[in-house]
């Protein structure tokens, strides 16, 4: 199917575990950005990548970690998942053009829980 | 102080009336961006805007660039319109607001 996927859409994991969330998107864009969503705040940006093997930190980056091998895939690992990381997990895409991003298209989303 | 501030926080409205939520920015922006979250949690991109006003459907954008302010418009509410409405303005990177939960009561 064409669009952005994520999985898994739902990840209950233990302190202190590794576990990488994924991400595909099937338009070539460009770019690529990692949100996470937390109750009283906005969506917040962890990391973005222009272009494959092109990566950069965001708003909120410690404790992730992100690899762009391929355009399409943008995988975000939690190193050494904590509590704190406990949220809902976006995926989204854009293509650029001169510098002018167009719109965005959102993944549904990974909900993760870190007990 | 938010960069992006939107208002109100919740709505609740009746069917049929018309609904405004309004988004306050204060940094320099290449465009502002209304986004749709349902229940579910996805999120679709509704309006992109540099200037001016957009329409689609009974969604109605408006942005004055000189005040710093996005509205959203929604003509005729219907139940399925209960979301949460997000503004977003794009500088270099994207700067999101904490949304405006709207509920409709049929």
């Known amino acids: 199917d064409a669009g952005i996927t994520q999985s898994p859409r739902y990840k209950i994991t233990e302190t202190g575990r590794q576990v990488t969330l994924m991400c595909h998107q099937t338009w070539s864009h460009s770019y690529m950005f990692w949100y996470r969503q937390d109750l009283g705040h906005g969506l917040r940006l962890i990391y973005y990548?222009?272009?494959?093997?092109?990566?950069d930190k965001g708003e909120v980056p410690d404790g992730y970690v992100v690899s762009r091998s391929k355009t399409e895939n943008f995988p975000l690992t939690l190193e050494s998942a904590t509590r704190s990381q406990t949220s809902v997990y976006f995926c989204a895409s854009s293509e650029s053009e001169q510098g002018v991003n167009y719109g965005y298209t959102f993944g549904s989303g990974t909900r993760l829980t870190v007990v | 102080k938010n960069e992006v501030e939107q208002s109100p926080q919740n709505l609740t409205a009746q069917e049929g009336e018309f609904i405004t939520i309004n988004c306050s920015y204060s940094?320099?922006?290449?465009?502002l961006h209304w986004l749709q979250q349902h229940p579910g949690g996805g999120i679709v991109s509704l309006f992109m805007l540099s200037s001016g006003k957009k329409k689609h459907g009974r969604l109605i954008a408006t942005i004055n660039i000189q005040e710093k302010h996005s509205s959203l418009h929604i003509t005729a509410s219907h139940p399925r319109d209960s979301a949460v409405y997000i503004c977003a303005a794009q500088t270099y990177k994207y700067i999101f607001g904490t949304g405006t939960r709207l509920k409709v009561l049929a």
């Open positions: 990548s222009a272009a494959a093997d092109i990566t």
């Open positions: 940094v320099g922006i290449s465009a």
